[in-house]
C-alpha cells in the first residue's frame, strides 16, 4: 500500500505547530497503525531528518498509552480499538491519512503527537482509589456483590484512560472518564465508605482542570476503545447531586 | 447559589430543570391555541380568561422569565467554557455516534430566542404586523375583549409569516428532540432497558409539539380557520 499522510508536527508545547506531508510506501495490510508509523520514522531517520513523536507502549489495546487522532476520529475508524490495534488493512491504497494530537486545552501538546494527559492522573489522585485498609485479599465468596452491579464495575472498570472521550467530545469533556472510575469503585462495597467524598473531589478536580461540560452528544462512547457506556455519567450526576444535596 | 455555577454539573442540571419548565410550558402553550379550532368564541373567551388570572398569570410570567433567564445563562456559560477548553480546533474531526440536533443547541437555542422575540411583538407587544392587533370582539355573554381570534388569523394569512414559523418550528424541533433525551440523562436516570422508550418518547413527543404548532398556520393557509369579520 502507498499512502499520503499529513502529521501535526510541533517542536514542544509553546512552538507553533503545522502540518507535514509525507509519502509512505510498501506498506503491508497486515501491520499494525503504530507499525506504519515506526516504518516512516525508520525512513525520516535514515534520511537524517528528526522522526515523529507518538506514544505507544503495551501495544495489545490494553495500556492506553496511544492517542492518535486518525481521519478525524480517536483511534481511527475501526470501533472498539485502540490505535495500536488499528491495522492497514482497514485502508485502502492510495489513501490520505490525516493524524493530529487529542486537542484539549487540559492536555497540551508536548511534542507532534504526544499529548500530556497528567491531568487525568490528577483527577485519580482526587479519588480513584480506596483509601481503607482492607488487609488480606478476602475469598471471593465472602463479600456478596449482586452480579449486576459486579458486571456493571467491570465495564467501568475496563477504562485505559487514553483520553479519547476527551478527544472526541466537542467539548473536550472528560465526563465519560471520570463517571467510568466514579461508578467502578462507587459500584463494590469497598468503594462506599468514601463514595460520595470521591465523587465531589474527583468532579471538582475535573472542572478545575479546563475540561469542557457533558452536552450528552454520546461521541465519547462512540469513540471508547473500551465501549464504555454514557450511563456511567448518568450514574456520576446522580452521585454528584446526591453528594452536593446531603453535603457529601 | 452562585457556587452551582462553578460546578459544570450542577450549571447543565440547572440549564435542565430550567429546560423543563419550557418543554412544559411548549405544552400548555399549545393545548390553550389548540382551542382557535373550536372557533371565535371560545379562543377569544380563551384569551380574556388568561387575561382574568392577574396575579396568577404574572406569577407564571416571572416562572418562566426566570427559567428563560437561568436556562440562558448556564447555556452561555457552558458554551464558552466548552469553547475555551478546547483552543486548538482539529483539522478533521467526525462526528461519531452524535446526532446533528445534539450538536447544534447553542445555534437552534439562539433560533429560538429570535423567535421568541418576534413572536411577543407579534402577538403580546403588538408591534409588527400590528393592523389586527386591537380589534374587540363581543363574547356571549355581552363582554367586549380582545380579538385575538383576528389577530392570529390574519397574522398566519401572510405567507412569509408562516414561512418564517414553520422554519422557526423546525429548529424548534430540533432542539426539543434533545432536550426532551437530554434531560432524562443529566438529571441522572440512563438505564439500558428504557434507554430506548426515552429516545421513541424525546423524538415522538417533540414531534407532536411541533405538528401542532405548525397546523395552526398551516390551516390558516389552508382556509381550515378564517376571518370571521366578528362581531
Known amino acids: 500500500m502507498n499512502l499520503t499522510l499529513h502529521i501535526?508536527?510541533?517542536?514542544?508545547t509553546t512552538a507553533e505547530g503545522r502540518f507535514s506531508t509525507y509519502r509512505v510506501e510498501e506498506i503491508s495490510p497486515d501491520m499494525s497503525f503504530l507499525e506504519m508509523l515506526d516504518v516512516l520514522n525508520e525512513r525520516l531517520i535514515n534520511k537524517g531528518e528528526v522522526p515523529v513523536e507518538f506514544e505507544h507502549d503495551c501495544r495489545e489495546g490494553i495500556c492506553g498509552t496511544c492517542s492518535l487522532m486518525v481521519n478525524g476520529v480517536p483511534h481511527g475508524p475501526e470501533k472498539g480499538t485502540t490505535t495500536c490495534q488499528l491495522h492497514m488493512r482497514k485502508f485502502k491504497d492510495g489513501d490520505e491519512i490525516t493524524i493530529e494530537p487529542w486537542r484539549a486545552k487540559a492536555f497540551p501538546v508536548l511534542k507532534d503527537l504526544v499529548v500530556d494527559r497528567s491531568a487525568f492522573d490528577r483527577i485519580i489522585q482526587k479519588g480513584g482509589y480506596i483509601s481503607a485498609n482492607t488487609g488480606?485479599?478476602?475469598?471471593?465468596?465472602?463479600?456478596?456483590?449482586?452480579?449486576p452491579d459486579a458486571d456493571w464495575a467491570f465495564e467501568a472498570a475496563a477504562c485505559i484512560g487514553c483520553g479519547a472521550c476527551v478527544a472526541a467530545c466537542k467539548n473536550a469533556s472528560a465526563?465519560?472518564?471520570?463517571?467510568?472510575?466514579?461508578?467502578?469503585?462507587?459500584?463494590?462495597?469497598q468503594g462506599q465508605p468514601e463514595r460520595y467524598l470521591r465523587v465531589t473531589a474527583m468532579v471538582e478536580q475535573m472542572d478545575q482542570e479546563g475540561f469542557g461540560s457533558c452536552t450528552n452528544t454520546y461521541d465519547c462512547e462512540g469513540a471508547c476503545p473500551k465501549q464504555i457506556s454514557v450511563r456511567n455519567i448518568a450514574r456520576m450526576n446522580r452521585d454528584y447531586l446526591k453528594a452536593k444535596i446531603m453535603g457529601n | 447559589m452562585i457556587g452551582i455555577f462553578r460546578s459544570t454539573i450542577l450549571t447543565k442540571i440547572a440549564m435542565a430543570l430550567s429546560g423543563l419548565i419550557w418543554i412544559g410550558f411548549s405544552i400548555a402553550h399549545l393545548s390553550g391555541h389548540f382551542l382557535l379550532f373550536a372557533g371565535q368564541e371560545a379562543y377569544n373567551a380563551y384569551g380574556q380568561g388568561l387575561k382574568d388570572l392577574g396575579p396568577l398569570l404574572w406569577l407564571g410570567r416571572i416562572i418562566f422569565i426566570i427559567s428563560f433567564?437561568?436556562?440562558?445563562?448556564?447555556?452561555?456559560?457552558?458554551?464558552?467554557?466548552?469553547?475555551?477548553?478546547?483552543p486548538v480546533q482539529y483539522k478533521a474531526k467526525k462526528p461519531i455516534v452524535s446526532t446533528p440536533q445534539s450538536r447544534m443547541m447553542a445555534l437552534t437555542g439562539i433560533l429560538l430566542f429570535t423567535f421568541m422575540v418576534y413572536h411577543l411583538a407579534h402577538f403580546t407587544w403588538g408591534v409588527v404586523h400590528a393592523e389586527y392587533s386591537h380589534l374587540t370582539y363581543t363574547l356571549s355573554d355581552g363582554r367586549a375583549v380582545h380579538d385575538v381570534y383576528t389577530m392570529v388569523v390574519a397574522g398566519y394569512q401572510?405567507?412569509?409569516?408562516?414561512?418564517?414559523?414553520?422554519?422557526?418550528?423546525?429548529?424548534?424541533?430540533?432542539?426539543?428532540?434533545?432536550?426532551?433525551?437530554?434531560v432524562v440523562q443529566t438529571l441522572g436516570f440512563n438505564h439500558p432497558m428504557y434507554n430506548s422508550l426515552v429516545k421513541k418518547v424525546a423524538n415522538g413527543l417533540s414531534t407532536i409539539i411541533i405538528l401542532g404548532y405548525i397546523s395552526i398556520p398551516a390551516s390558516v393557509m389552508l382556509g381550515v380557520l378564517k376571518l370571521t369579520g366578528g362581531h
Open chain 1, 136 to 147: 488480606n485479599a478476602p475469598d471471593g465468596n465472602a463479600i456478596p456483590i449482586p452480579k
Open chain 2, 69 to 86: 433567564l437561568l436556562h440562558s445563562f448556564s447555556g452561555i456559560l457552558l458554551l464558552s467554557r466548552n469553547k475555551e477548553a478546547r
Open chain 1, 175 to 189: 465526563s465519560l472518564f471520570v463517571a467510568a472510575k466514579v461508578t467502578h469503585l462507587g459500584l463494590l462495597p
Open chain 2, 158 to 182: 401572510n405567507v412569509f409569516v408562516c414561512l418564517a414559523y414553520v422554519l422557526f418550528m423546525l429548529g424548534f424541533g430540533m432542539h426539543l428532540s434533545h432536550a426532551i433525551a437530554s
Open chain 1, 8 to 12: 501535526w508536527r510541533q517542536e514542544n
